[in-house]
C-alpha cells in the first residue's frame, strides 16, 4: 500500500463513529466519501450537512460526499474504512465486496463480535475476502462526540502488515487525535469488544446506587478476564493493557457518555432489556457481544465470571442483587496465583 495521504477514503457507515472519522479525515483535506444507509439521515446530510440523528450540531466538512451507493463511495479509494456494527457487518462486506480493488485496505472501527461465528471482524473479513486483503482495525479510547469537538484522544491502529500500520497512522493522526501502531490485531480487537460487557456491568452498579468501590472492582476483574481470554486466543497480554485494553475499559466504565454504561444504568434501576434498546437510537454493541462472549468462553473452558453475571442478567433474568451476591461469595482466591493463571 502506497502512502495514502492524498487518496479519498472511503467511510462506510454514517453513525456517530462513522461520521466522526469521516471529519477527522476531511479535516485533514483528505476527500471523504461517506456511504449512508437510512435515507433520512442522508436526506438530512444532503440539505445541512448535520448528521442529525447520530452527531448533531457538527456541521461536517465539504470534503464529504454523501453517498448511498457502494459503487461511488470505494471508486478510486485506497481505504475502506468499516463503521457499521458487528451484527451487519458481514452483511455488508459482502454487499461492497464487487466495489473493493485489490489494492484497497480494509479498516474495521467496529468494537464487537458476530454472534453466530463468534470471530472478531477480521475473522469475518477472512471468511468472506480471504487472507490476502488488507486489513487494520482502529480503536481506543474514544467518544465521537469528543473526538468530533477536538478533545485530545489517542487510539491504537492494529494492522499485521507494518507498513499498513504507519501508512493509516499518518494518515488519520492529527493534533488532537494521536494514533499508535501495533501488529497485534487480536488483542485490539478482542478489548474493543470486551470492554462494552464490563461497562454494561458498571452501569449496572450506577443504576442501583453503589459506590465506585464496586466499579473499581468490575473494571480491575474485568480486565483479568479480557486478558485471560485474550491470551486463549493468542494475544499478546500487553496490548490489554494499552489503549485499546485498559483505555477503552476505563473510559466506558466510567462515563455516561457510554451507551452500554447507559443500559446497564437503565437495568440496574429496574427497567427491562426490551425497553431500553426499544428507546435507542444506536447500538449498544455490549448486549449482542455478552452472549458471544458467554458462548466463546464455555466453548474454549475459560473462566469469565462478571461477563457470566452480565449474561445472565441479560437474557435469563438473573436479578441485579443476586449476582453481586454470586460473585462475591464466589470461592476465595489468592490474587497473585489468579492473575498467573492468566500467562
Not at 442522508?42 to 450537512?49: E, H, Q
Request: proline share 4%.
Amino acid at each position: 500500500m502506497d502512502s495514502p495521504d492524498v487518496q479519498a477514503v472511503a467511510v462506510i457507515g454514517a453513525g456517530a463513529w462513522g461520521t466522526t472519522l469521516a471529519q477527522v479525515l476531511a479535516d485533514k483535506g483528505v476527500p471523504v466519501r461517506l456511504w449512508v444507509r437510512e435515507p433520512e439521515v442522508f436526506a438530512a446530510l444532503v440539505k445541512d450537512r448535520v448528521n442529525h440523528t447520530f452527531l448533531p450540531g457538527v456541521r461536517l466538512s465539504a470534503r464529504i460526499m454523501f453517498t448511498q451507493e457502494f459503487a461511488v463511495a470505494l471508486q478510486g479509494a485506497r481505504v475502506a474504512l468499516m463503521s457499521v456494527p458487528s451484527h451487519c457487518f458481514r452483511e455488508v462486506l459482502r454487499e461492497l465486496r464487487p466495489h473493493l480493488s485489490p489494492e484497497t485496505v480494509l479498516v474495521s472501527a467496529t468494537k464487537g463480535m458476530e454472534i453466530e461465528s463468534l470471530l472478531t471482524m477480521e475473522g469475518v473479513v477472512r471468511e468472506e475476502l480471504g487472507a490476502a486483503v488488507p486489513y487494520a482495525v482502529l480503536s481506543g479510547p474514544s467518544f465521537a462526540r469528543e473526538v468530533s469537538q477536538k478533545t485530545p484522544t489517542a487510539v491504537t491502529i492494529a494492522s499485521r502488515r507494518k507498513e499498513v500500520a504507519h501508512n493509516l497512522q499518518r494518515l488519520f493522526s492529527t493534533p488532537y487525535f494521536r494514533v499508535y501502531t501495533t501488529h497485534e490485531v487480536t488483542g485490539v480487537e478482542l478489548g474493543g469488544a470486551l470492554k462494552n460487557i464490563f461497562a454494561i456491568g458498571t452501569g449496572i452498579l450506577e443504576g442501583m446506587g453503589l459506590g465506585v468501590n464496586s466499579r473499581a472492582a468490575v473494571i480491575t476483574r474485568g480486565l483479568a478476564e479480557m486478558t485471560r481470554l485474550g491470551v486463549r486466543l493468542g494475544a499478546n497480554p500487553m496490548t490489554l493493557m494499552g489503549l485499546a485494553g485498559l483505555g477503552d475499559l476505563v473510559l466506558t466504565c466510567t462515563s455516561s457518555l457510554s451507551r452500554n454504561f447507559q443500559v446497564g444504568m437503565k437495568l440496574g434501576k429496574g427497567l427491562a432489556l426490551q425497553e431500553i434498546m426499544e428507546e435507542m437510537t444506536e447500538v449498544a454493541e455490549g448486549v449482542k457481544t455478552a452472549r458471544a462472549v458467554h458462548l466463546l468462553a464455555q466453548r474454549l473452558g475459560v473462566d469469565m465470571p462478571i461477563v457470566d453475571a452480565v449474561y445472565k442478567i441479560l437474557y435469563e433474568g438473573l436479578v441485579p442483587r443476586d449476582a453481586i451476591k454470586k460473585l462475591m461469595t464466589r470461592e476465595l482466591k489468592d490474587e497473585l496465583e489468579a492473575m498467573t493463571e492468566i500467562w
